[in-house]
């Protein structure tokens, strides 16, 4: 899948008062227990997502996946890279992690997508239009910043 290629959404960030290992370490764990939960996985099977279990190594390296999302890329400490694509969508997220200051480490979430004919269109309005997907990823950030903060 060619990321650059698929439609920027947004970006949202946060600053994690952790070095970047605790922070990817962190960013890793909530992933996997996120999108682990029985409801996430039920949603996966409702719009059809590509990968629907968890698969492939631990911790998160390329070809790793879990519910909606596979590892296209993993530079630990600097970037994760998830693809993923269902009847609605093609879609991608993006972490980097970067020094803010010593013993601070910023925290972006890109994301990518492609929303294909009246359904895609429909869904985005859903996901996007409404603020559920702005809301849901910051939620993740949140929940990263905190694991990573307690592990201090």
């Not at 390329?62 to 890329?73: L, Q």
């Not at 925290?107 to 294909?116: I, Q, S, V």
Request: no cysteine.
């Amino acid at each position: 899948m060619n990321i650059a290629a698929l439609p920027r959404i947004d970006e949202h960030m946060t600053v994690v008062a952790a070095e970047g290992g605790a922070v990817w370490h962190a960013l890793g764990e909530t992933l996997e227990q996120s999108f682990g939960r029985p409801r996430s996985t039920r949603y996966a099977r409702l719009v059809g997502v590509a990968d629907r279990t968890a698969s492939g190594p631990r911790p998160l390296a390329a070809g790793s996946a879990f519910p909606g999302f596979r590892v296209a890329d993993a530079v630990p400490g600097r970037e994760l890279v998830l693809v993923g694509r269902h009847h609605f969508s093609t879609y991608a997220l993006v972490f980097r992690l970067e020094e803010a200051t010593p013993g601070r480490t910023r925290l972006r979430a890109e994301a990518r997508a492609r929303f294909p004919g009246p359904g895609g269109a429909l869904y985005r309005l859903l996901v996007i239009g409404t603020g559920a997907h702005a809301l849901l990823t910051g939620r993740l950030l949140a929940a990263v910043r905190r694991r990573a903060e307690q592990v201090r």
